[in-house]
């Protein structure tokens, strides 16, 4: 059963420097991330909240806007304001994101664009290590969660390394099937950026021209040392963050 703002407790400190707003907006986003409002789950009227806690109902709105602008809450005609899904915070480590998005509920999807096998470009057979100009497996998809574009994959992996076909790339992801055909995913070498969308991503991800995409480049490796995948992926920043844990060297 969905739960509703009404059940969950909210407070703020009229005498902190904090905006009021930004007080409510990281309890609501907390309450977001921490499952206690799921997707799907209703705001509320926003004069019932406002009467709850004592605020205005423009300091209210600006709350709420503030997540819309943020994909956490989505304002839906007839129904009011509604949960979206949290941000995925995926963790650098030598995960595939369809399990990281199965592992956080975000109930992944796929929907495969491209699966074909094209003459490696020189930046493709320098981080697989083949030749330039030979054949090369590429795997482009796009991965969903909650039926919402969440990013755009492009893989390539060496001929012949193993074969796949595509209803099993839409059926869960592509360390699960390198696994399965028995190669042991060991270490990858990986680069992440950002820049702005184009309008072909745009489209593609459900985003605005020039809104922020998070970019990463991953080449992983077996346990005998060789490149077996090199990734190419764009993800969306309202929807999805890297995190890391830094480690004070002595």
């Not at 096998?117 to 320098?126: M, R, S, Y």
């Not at 459900?206 to 992926?233: K, N, W, Y």
């Amino acid at each position: 059963m969905l739960r509703s703002a009404a059940a969950v407790q909210f407070s703020v400190d009229r005498g902190s420097p904090v905006p009021l707003y930004f007080q409510l907006a990281q309890q609501l986003e907390a309450a977001i991330e921490q499952g206690e409002l799921a997707p799907g789950s209703l705001l509320g009227n926003e004069i019932d909240l406002a009467g709850r806690l004592g605020l205005s109902r423009p300091t209210v709105r600006q709350a709420i806007q503030s997540l819309v602008d943020k994909g956490l809450l989505v304002r839906r005609r007839g129904v009011g304001t509604q949960v979206v899904h949290s941000q995925v915070k995926r963790p650098l480590e030598l995960s595939s994101l369809y399990d990281d998005l199965e592992a956080a509920g975000q109930r992944p999807a796929t929907r495969v664009l491209r699966h074909t096998v094209q003459p490696a470009t020189a930046q493709v057979a320098a981080a697989l290590g083949v030749p330039e100009g030979a054949d090369v497996v590429l795997v482009e998809r796009l991965r969903l969660a909650h039926g919402e574009p969440m990013a755009h994959l492009r893989n390539h992996l060496p001929s012949g390394l193993l074969t796949l076909e595509s209803a099993a790339l839409e059926e869960t992801g592509l360390y699960r099937l390198l696994r399965g055909a028995g190669i042991t995913l060991h270490s990858a070498r990986q680069t992440v950026g950002a820049r702005a969308a184009t309008a072909d991503e745009a489209e593609r991800l459900a985003e605005s021209t020039g809104a922020p995409l998070l970019t990463m480049e991953r080449t992983t490796f077996d346990d005998t040392g060789r490149a077996i995948e090199f990734g190419s992926h764009t993800y969306r920043a309202s929807r999805y963050a890297f995190e890391f844990q830094l480690l004070v060297r002595p």
